[in-house]
């Protein structure tokens, strides 16, 4: 089969005939239809040595594509069904995966695409665990991000958040990948949203899906603005997708009682806080992870009843990898560059 290999650390991504895998008991080999391009891609890329198991290595996460062939011992899927799978590695027996929150699997064995060879290939092996049948009528690229893209923002904001009809939310890379998915996630379970992010284009963009405010926080106030859009009073819920760059500001911008989930930071990992201001307002922060192949069913479902709508800017065969990577790094995708191999 035809994949795209990193052979050396940091390396330049190179188009390869390899072998195409077997599936092991418990895997599915999948014919991949969709892999999307994602800033993490381009990290694991960086810090191969560190973070990937070996080389040659194969990047991609979010992916879905039809059932080929199936291994020993997998129940519930047959060659020919379309699937989106999830990208992490869990056990599925530990006290937390048993619970529904495989998110913080006790034996969490990483990610496909980074502990074992991803989507950036013709076909793949993965944990049928992964796996969620997705509808006939939706398309391939479509299907890879809703794992990543919206699976994401959707733990994060309807499970951690708990975000409640009229609350006021705010989006901090609200223009990125998941950030424009969080932002349709927000709008759907009601809450009034603000994006914050860099750069008129994806502001814009933010407010023409249904943001009622956007913020750049190298050209305002954020904590400010945050202030000024909820009357003095402060946000209910802040997404945090950037890291310590806004969340001096985006802190100071929470009401009383407000809950602050924390999914990614970028931006460094250095950040202090106010004990004394975490007990007098009463905040609540709370870390979210990935999504659930449960809560994938749901994502499938809303997406499948037009709730909201994965945003694919470009499609392109494995050849584009390198592109695709370099659009993530000039900051210039709107949704997701998806592969189609
Ligand atoms: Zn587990």
Redesign the pocket.
């Known amino acids: 089969m035809r994949a795209v290999l990193i052979e050396e650390p940091d390396g330049p991504l190179v188009l390869r005939e390899v072998p195409r895998p077997e599936p092991d008991g418990g895997e599915i080999l999948l014919r991949v239809e969709g892999c999307a391009v994602d800033r993490f891609d381009v990290a694991i890329r960086r810090g191969v040595r560190e973070r990937a198991t070996s080389l040659p290595h194969i990047l991609g996460h979010e992916i879905a594509g039809t059932v080929v062939e199936v291994g020993d011992g997998v129940a519930g899927l047959s060659e020919g069904d379309r699937v989106a799978s999830t990208l992490d590695l869990?056990?599925?027996?530990?006290r937390?995966?048993l619970r529904g929150r495989?998110t913080i699997?006790?034996?969490?064995g990483g990610h496909v695409g980074v502990n074992v060879p991803g989507g950036y290939a013709e076909y793949v092996a993965l944990p049928a665990r992964n796996l969620v049948p997705i509808p006939d009528d939706l398309g391939m690229p479509e299907a890879s991000i809703l794992a990543n893209a919206i699976g994401t923002p959707y733990h994060a904001i309807v499970v951690r958040m708990g975000i409640q009809p009229g609350d006021r939310l705010v989006i901090t890379g609200a223009g990125g990948g998941v950030g424009l998915h969080a932002l349709q996630i927000g709008l759907m379970a009601g809450a009034d949203v603000m994006a914050v992010d860099l750069g008129r284009p994806k502001l814009d963009h933010a407010l023409s899906l249904g943001a009622s405010a956007a913020v750049d926080p190298t050209e305002a106030d954020l904590a400010k603005a945050i202030r000024e859009w909820t009357g003095g009073v402060g946000a209910d819920g802040v997404l945090e997708l950037v890291g310590p760059a806004t969340m001096h500001a985006t802190l100071n911008g929470l009401a009383k009682g407000g809950k602050m989930v924390i999914v990614g930071s970028h931006t460094g990992k250095d950040w202090t806080i106010d004990p004394g201001d975490v007990y007098r307002n009463e905040w609540e922060i709370r870390g979210s992870r990935n999504v659930s192949s449960d809560e994938l069913r749901t994502v499938v479902d809303l997406v499948d009843r037009g709730l909201v709508d994965p945003i694919i800017d470009q499609t392109g065969g494995l050849e584009e990898a390198e592109r695709f990577q370099q659009r993530v790094i000039d900051g210039v995708v709107i949704g997701r560059d998806v592969l189609v191999p």
């Open positions: 869990v056990c599925g027996e530990c937390w995966c495989e699997c006790e034996r969490f």
